[in-house]
């Protein structure tokens, strides 16, 4: 029955797609060329959104994501320089991290990228990337290249592969009250190599075929998803549809992900109260199934065994109460509870890999966001409490991040500080609490052209991500952009 239901379900999204016409179609505008990341961000859409009040946001892999993140930042927006803009940095454990765009219209996009860190002598990851991201009117496609290598003191991995995705967000269906959809797709194939260094013939290896597809809807009284994924080995997907604007709630219906084990319902909603004129209070359920792949695992953890469990993380109950105020200052301050279903966590798998396990837990969440912009000087403040029944290994109890910025003509500056509390190994053992101070800094030589330089863990703390990892000492960088 269930394989009946997900055949059903990818027929009707490829007819769908295959039955929609070109005409009356929304204008996209510039679209920004923007590859994958390889770091993960963790973000809540229901929270105000900080950006349009500071340009202070999400930490990046080059330390400040919004003083240079490419391609996002790479691409030229303005000027005549439009063709192509190349982003290096090098540091004392970085043999390069280059990043470059190059785009001449719709159909030549292209970007490319090497990354290289070296910890230890044993201890090492190489990202090479190759991306052509053509657009067709309302249709944009990404094929995209990638070769991963990461080598340890117990063994390599190596990951190769090749995807190929399609987005058109911009449908419109005239039908007696008009519907948008919003339809993305992805193919990939990889080949994972892990080889154990302490026993030179064994050698272990995997390919994986990913499918991922989503199918939104969006009309006036209703919106919905339909979504369908091979990833792991294994199917997962969701269904979901809402009405809108209901008595106080702006949306609420019923949304049901399943796997090959069972069916998961949930009821999602959103609802918004306005307490006092800048005060306002946000009630949702926001259940989730995560969409992930075993090469994103590595991303999480490049030190981890090539074989772990195909079950993704679902969450039923997803609940956000949360307080927003524009008096003085946009504030958001927030609780979310959360009942977990197949929760990843690590641990040590006989002193070599780290294994994933998954296990059902609650988790509660507290935490305050807030930000100010005054002239030149910016202000962003995050700082949030995790609690769960279960020991979540490596995950701090308490994060606080404090990160100021000052941007005036030519000159960029930001220092973020961090501090990690309460982190426990895969043995239950004590982590060290650690304070991180990273600095920033971008000058204009030209218009076209300019130096960066920045400082990681400027204490030189005894940090380490994983027990078994080394530390991530101090770490000098330097490096350039220019655009032509």
Same mark, same amino acid.
């Given at each position: 029955?269930?394989?009946?239901?997900?055949?059903?379900?990818?027929?009707?999204?490829?007819?769908?797609?295959?039955?929609?016409?070109?005409?009356? !179609?929304?204008?996209?505008?510039?679209?920004?060329?923007?590859?994958?990341?390889?770091?993960?961000?963790?973000?809540?859409?229901?929270?105000?959104?900080? %950006?349009?009040?500071?340009?202070?946001?999400?930490?990046?892999?080059?330390?400040?994501?919004?003083?240079?993140?490419?391609?996002?930042?790479?691409?030229?927006?303005?000027?005549?320089?439009?063709?192509? %803009?190349?982003?290096?940095?090098?540091?004392?454990?970085?043999?390069?991290?280059?990043?470059?765009?190059?785009?001449?219209?719709?159909?030549?996009?292209?970007? %490319?990228?090497?990354?290289?860190?070296?910890?230890?002598?044993?201890?090492?990851?190489?990202?090479?990337?190759?991306?052509?991201?053509?657009?067709?009117?309302?249709?944009?496609?990404?094929?995209?290249?990638?070769?991963?290598?990461?080598?340890?003191?117990?063994?390599?991995?190596?990951?190769?592969?090749?995807?190929?995705?399609?987005?058109?967000?911009?449908?419109?269906?005239?039908?007696?009250?008009?519907?948008?959809?919003?339809?993305?797709?992805?193919?990939?194939?990889?080949?994972?190599?892990?080889?154990?260094?302490? %026993?030179?013939?064994?050698?272990?290896?995997?390919?994986?075929?990913?499918? #991922?597809?989503?199918?939104?809807?969006?009309?006036?009284?209703?919106?919905?998803?339909?979504?369908?994924?091979?990833?792991?080995?294994?199917?997962?997907?969701?269904?979901?549809?809402?009405?809108?604007?209901?008595?106080?709630?702006?949306?609420?219906?019923?949304?049901?992900?399943?796997?090959?084990?069972?069916?998961?319902?949930?009821?999602?909603?959103?609802?918004?109260? +306005?307490?006092?004129?800048?005060?306002?209070?946000?009630?949702?359920?926001?259940?989730?199934?995560? &969409?992930?792949?075993?090469?994103?695992?590595?991303?999480?953890?490049?030190?981890?065994?090539?074989?772990?469990?195909?079950?993704?993380? +679902?969450?039923?109950?997803?609940?956000?109460?949360?307080?927003?105020?524009?008096?003085?200052?946009? #504030?958001?301050?927030?609780?979310?509870?959360?009942?977990?279903?197949?929760?990843?966590?690590?641990?040590?798998?006989?002193?070599?890999?780290?294994?994933?396990?998954?296990?059902?837990?609650?988790?509660?969440?507290?935490?305050?966001?807030?930000?100010? +912009?005054?002239?030149?000087?910016?202000?962003? !403040?995050?700082?949030?409490?995790?609690?769960?029944?279960?020991?979540?290994?490596? #995950?701090?109890?308490?994060?606080?991040?404090?990160?100021?910025?000052?941007?005036?003509?030519?000159?960029?500056?930001?220092?973020?500080?961090?501090?990690?509390?309460? &982190?426990?190994?895969?043995?239950?053992?004590?982590?060290?609490?650690?304070?991180?101070?990273?600095?920033?800094?971008?000058?204009?030589?030209?218009?076209?052209?300019?130096?960066?330089?920045?400082?990681?863990?400027?204490?030189?703390?005894?940090?380490?991500?994983?027990?078994?990892?080394?530390?991530?000492?101090? !770490?000098?960088?330097?490096?350039? &952009?220019?655009?032509?």
């Amino acid at each position: 029955m269930k394989n009946k239901l997900i055949l059903s379900l990818l027929f009707f999204s490829l007819f769908l797609n295959a039955e929609i016409t070109d005409e009356n !179609q929304l204008e996209l505008g510039e679209v920004l060329i923007v590859g994958e990341s390889h770091m993960p961000s963790d973000s809540v859409e229901s929270f105000i959104d900080l %950006a349009q009040f500071c340009k202070v946001a999400d930490i990046g892999k080059f330390g400040f994501q919004p003083v240079f993140s490419p391609p996002k930042m790479l691409y030229p927006s303005v000027g005549t320089y439009n063709d192509f %803009a190349v982003n290096v940095l090098c540091g004392n454990h970085y043999l390069g991290d280059i990043e470059g765009v190059y785009s001449k219209n719709s159909l030549l996009n292209f970007t %490319a990228g090497f990354y290289n860190k070296e910890l230890t002598e044993n201890w090492e990851t190489t990202v090479f990337d190759l991306s052509w991201q053509p657009e067709f009117k309302e249709h944009s496609f990404d094929l995209n290249y990638e070769y991963d290598k990461y080598r340890y003191k117990n063994g390599d991995t190596k990951i190769s592969g090749l995807y190929l995705k399609y987005d058109n967000d911009s449908i419109l269906l005239n039908l007696i009250d008009p519907m948008i959809l919003d339809i993305s797709m992805k193919s990939a194939y990889y080949e994972f190599t892990q080889l154990d260094v302490s %026993a030179k013939d064994l050698d272990d290896s995997a390919k994986d075929i990913d499918m #991922v597809s989503k199918i939104k809807i969006d009309r006036k009284k209703y919106c919905g998803e339909i979504g369908l994924d091979l990833l792991k080995q294994a199917v997962s997907g969701k269904i979901s549809g809402q009405f809108k604007d209901i008595s106080f709630f702006s949306k609420i219906g019923i949304w049901c992900a399943f796997d090959e084990e069972d069916i998961y319902p949930a009821i999602e909603f959103s609802a918004k109260f +306005k307490i006092l004129p800048e005060l306002f209070l946000k009630l949702e359920n926001k259940p989730e199934i995560s &969409r992930t792949s075993r090469k994103d695992e590595f991303i999480e953890n490049d030190f981890q065994y090539l074989y772990m469990s195909n079950m993704q993380t +679902k969450k039923q109950m997803n609940i956000f109460a949360i307080v927003e105020s524009e008096y003085l200052l946009p #504030v958001s301050i927030y609780y979310n509870p959360s009942w977990n279903d197949g929760f990843h966590r690590y641990a040590m798998l006989d002193k070599k890999y780290y294994e994933q396990e998954n296990i059902d837990c609650q988790v509660q969440k507290i935490g305050l966001k807030a930000c100010l +912009k005054y002239r030149c000087f910016a202000f962003f !403040q995050d700082v949030s409490y995790t609690e769960s029944d279960e020991e979540l290994y490596f #995950v701090p109890k308490v994060i606080n991040i404090t990160s100021l910025c000052y941007e005036k003509n030519l000159l960029k500056l930001e220092t973020q500080f961090k501090y990690l509390h309460d &982190r426990f190994d895969d043995s239950s053992e004590k982590m060290d609490n650690v304070l991180l101070i990273d600095l920033l800094g971008s000058y204009k030589l030209k218009e076209n052209i300019s130096i960066i330089t920045s400082i990681t863990n400027l204490l030189n703390e005894n940090y380490k991500e994983f027990s078994d990892k080394p530390n991530e000492c101090i !770490q000098f960088d330097v490096g350039f &952009r220019i655009m032509f």
